[in-house]
């Protein structure tokens, strides 16, 4: 305000909290008694983006999901709201779907993996211990048996996410698992590369505002499953289904 009074404001809208914050673990694993110091902290950061995005002239949500959510969340408020504007990214027009596909079998999460069941990286390792568990039964002698990579893991706890995750998925298979640990990274050709290497990307986050990585896979011709309750699905399902159709690459992941 003091150098740019007659500047607009603009912000973005990529997350609700009141989809995500139940999810974690930190609050699911708190006694009752506690809980309460996690609910007083969430009412904090949701006045907090109600204040953002009532301060500001334009809002651009990140999605369908988020755009209802903000609109939701500034019904009240009678005069002076911000213009609401929908934001569907995520498609690379400048992305040449890859030819073929992996001849080896891979399926690729992308999202940090500190709070499993928020991004559902917990359902993805147990799908995979499913699948390894099944996998003589339909395609041996067809096929290598399938990795699963995970790419999201935290410099300083990663080893420790990455053996219980391992873990679970072995102990649904009954057997070993492949699952491909790799760091949390935002480099562009990093995150390219695991893409065009999966047979299928899966974003199965239980709380989803909308899943830019599901939209980068479809860019480049990659098959994805993503889950239910996200802004990407309701928008693909929006947009690219047939009325009453229910895509088998939408799962309910809750």
Wanted: include cysteine.
């Amino acid at each position: 305000d003091a150098y740019f009074r007659h500047a607009k404001v603009v912000t973005t809208y990529q997350m609700d909290v009141d989809e995500t914050e139940g999810f974690k673990e930190e609050f699911a694993s708190a006694p009752e008694a506690e809980r309460l110091k996690f609910i007083e902290k969430w009412e904090e950061r949701i006045k907090l983006e109600r204040e953002i995005a009532s301060y500001a002239d334009i809002v651009f949500a990140i999605g369908p999901s988020l755009e209802r959510s903000i609109k939701s969340h500034l019904a009240r408020k009678s005069v002076g709201k911000p213009i609401i504007r929908l934001l569907l990214c995520g498609i690379r027009e400048s992305a040449e779907p890859r030819n073929g596909y992996p001849l080896n079998p891979c399926f690729l999460y992308i999202g940090r993996v500190n709070h499993p069941k928020v991004k559902g990286v917990d359902l993805f390792v147990k799908a995979a211990g499913e699948l390894v568990k099944r996998w003589n039964s339909y395609w041996k002698g067809l096929c290598p048996e399938p990795k699963f990579v995970i790419r999201g893991f935290p410099s300083d706890s990663g080893a420790a996410i990455f053996e219980a995750l391992r873990a679970q998925a072995e102990s649904t298979a009954g057997r070993k698992v492949e699952i491909v640990p790799r760091p949390f990274s935002t480099d562009e050709s990093s995150l390219v590369a695991d893409v065009l290497s999966a047979s299928a990307v899966v974003m199965p986050s239980r709380a989803e505002g909308f899943g830019l990585v599901a939209l980068e896979a479809v860019s480049y011709g990659v098959p994805i499953v993503v889950a239910e309750k996200s802004g990407v699905a309701e928008m693909l399902k929006k947009y690219f289904s047939q009325p009453y159709d229910n895509p088998r690459y939408i799962v309910d992941t809750r």
